[in-house]
């Protein structure tokens, strides 16, 4: 009887053990997610004034609070997504304020200041965008004709806008060797950015360009370099799949493996 009841004691000890063994584990990778996700280059970078909670149960992450861009709840989710771990996301992200309606002047501004803050190899921060019934003026520097034409290039691929009045001035000054421009910056900086963040900003870039926000587009990053993978109808959406990836900040390298259609 006395060896009947120690063996269902140590059973009972052994399971007790392996039940909290089991749990402490769970709750140290459950810490690593909220972690990584706080400290991913998208939550300290483009989400770093918004209101977010982060709490990963089991590998399953929930988002709470509240964000002020349309843009910045589906970037959250899509970092958090890539993260290492996740097993799945429930984006409860709510907008600050009211939401501008849809294609009104507040609303493209919106679009094509983000549009334009993913891309390396313009000047997002110093470029002013105003919008009047749907005809977006730019105003700001550029380093080259070459980065104006880009920057509407960008504004024109935007949803519901008209025209663009490009009023950009390119700097006539030769830059020093010291002088960087954005992109260049930015490429010194690619070590810092993670790949979750990198794959969340391609994809949101994709999101936000009219020319690809309706292809079903698979994005994977690995140390920098971008995966793709889908359809796409013919080389040359594959093409411009492939510039405007190439175009995020962080990305050091695109694998473009969508098929084309036409073929």
Not at 50 to 73: A, H, M, N, P, Y
Not at 177 to 187: A, P, V, Y
Not at 192 to 197: E, K, L, N, P, V
Not at 214 to 223: D, G, M, P, S, W
Request: hydrophobic share 40%.
């Amino acid at each position: 009887m006395k060896k009947t009841t120690y063996c269902i004691a140590l059973i009972a000890a052994v399971a007790s053990f392996t039940l909290f063994g089991t749990n402490l584990l769970a709750s140290d990778k459950d810490d690593k997610i909220e972690s990584a996700a706080k400290n991913s280059y998208v939550f300290k970078t483009y989400l770093k004034n918004d209101d977010i909670q982060i709490t990963s149960v089991d590998g399953v992450v929930t988002l709470t609070g509240s964000v002020s861009e349309e843009s910045s709840k589906s970037l959250a989710g899509d970092t958090v997504t890539s993260l290492s771990g996740v097993k799945g996301v429930h984006n409860k992200l709510e907008m600050k304020g009211k939401i501008p309606d849809a294609y009104s002047d507040a609303w493209l501004i919106t679009k094509v200041k983000t549009t334009l803050l993913f891309h390396r190899n313009v000047n997002a921060m110093t470029t002013e965008v105003l919008s009047e019934n749907g005809i977006i003026t730019l105003r700001g520097k550029a380093d080259s004709e070459a980065q104006k034409s880009l920057t509407d290039e960008y504004a024109k691929d935007v949803a519901g806008v008209k025209s663009v009045k490009n009023e950009i001035v390119v700097l006539n000054s030769i830059m020093k060797k010291s002088d960087k421009n954005m992109g260049q910056k930015l490429e010194a900086m690619n070590e810092s950015i993670d790949d979750a963040s990198i794959t969340a900003l391609v994809k949101t870039t994709f999101l936000y360009h009219h020319s690809t926000s309706a292809i079903q587009i698979n994005v994977e990053t690995k140390e920098g370099v971008v995966t793709l993978d889908g359809k796409a109808s013919n080389e040359a959406e594959k093409a411009l799949i492939t510039k405007l990836a190439n175009d995020v900040h962080g990305v050091k390298d695109v694998v473009n493996n969508m098929k084309v259609m036409d073929k």
